[in-house]
């Protein structure tokens, strides 16, 4: 006779099953049997147990979206670093374009914008760029690149960037003065070969962060607008107004054409 892992549940070789006490007619055929079922069931409510604890700790995100009428499910624990950047910006990308959905019809939007590259947008000096997002509106051109982190971003006095996540590790990452001022002089160029070079004093680039928590230090220290998911709206429709809707018409054709005929 044996006990089944300490659970009550005893095995006589023979006949005998025993179970709190209580004794029952067996084989030991079904005993093979029971055992098994047993610790079937064992295994699956310990994989339900790590489950649960795993998607509490963070281990797995489960996204309600689904695609093809099927659940995605996204397993980070897999995914490198320059993978976890990706679905990330993309994530940050949807928001802010959520965002900007609610300006107004005065207010024209592209999403995800590239001039170059094979695009039919081109300049006449072959400079190129993917911009995340371009707002042309009575108060100006924004081109806003959009960013999706948590924790505290902080610029020391040269320019340099930070992230520091929960207050305890610090790391440097890439500051991007360099690829916004690529966009705005790239944008400049489109312009330019369009004639409309003379509309460079309206066009503002900004930083959009797709996090209303994110704690921001040093921005003084940037030369551009940084701003929150929950101030972008408001900082964009509250400025002076500086184009006339027949301008904001011609731009919008500019860099979003109707399709002919």
């Not at 947008?121 to 190129?128: A, F, M, R, V």
């Not at 806003?144 to 929960?166: T, V």
Request: aromatic letters at 14%; charged letters at 25%.
């Amino acid at each position: 006779m044996f006990n089944f892992f300490g659970t009550g549940v005893q095995f006589q070789t023979g006949t005998l099953f025993n179970l709190s006490g209580q004794t029952v007619q067996f084989y030991p055929v079904y005993s093979i049997i029971i055992t098994f079922a047993i610790v079937d069931v064992l295994l699956i409510i310990v994989s339900l147990i790590y489950l649960w604890e795993s998607i509490k700790k963070g281990r797995y995100q489960i996204s309600t979206q689904t695609t093809s009428y099927r659940t995605k499910i996204d397993i980070q624990d897999y995914a490198d670093d320059e993978t976890r950047r990706r679905i990330a910006g993309e994530k940050g990308e949807r928001r802010i374009a959520f965002q900007l959905k609610y300006l107004g019809p005065e207010f024209k939007v592209i999403n995800s914008i590239e001039i170059g590259n094979g695009s039919y947008k081109y300049t006449s000096d072959g400079l190129e760029a993917q911009i995340d997002h371009l707002v042309i509106g009575p108060t100006g051109i924004f081109h806003i690149d959009a960013k999706n982190f948590s924790g505290k971003l902080i610029i020391d006095s040269y320019g340099r960037w930070f992230k520091q996540k929960q207050g305890y590790e610090t790391k440097s990452i890439e500051n991007p003065l360099g690829q916004l001022e690529r966009h705005h002089e790239v944008l400049l160029s489109y312009l330019r070969k369009h004639q409309m070079e003379h509309l460079k004093t309206f066009m503002f680039p900004i930083i959009a962060f797709a996090n209303d928590e994110i704690i921001i230090e040093g921005q003084s220290n940037f030369p551009y607008l940084i701003l929150r998911e929950d101030e972008l709206l408001h900082n964009i429709k509250n400025r002076p107004e500086v184009l006339q809707e027949n301008i904001v018409c011609d731009l919008y054709e500019i860099f979003y054409p109707s399709p002919k005929g």
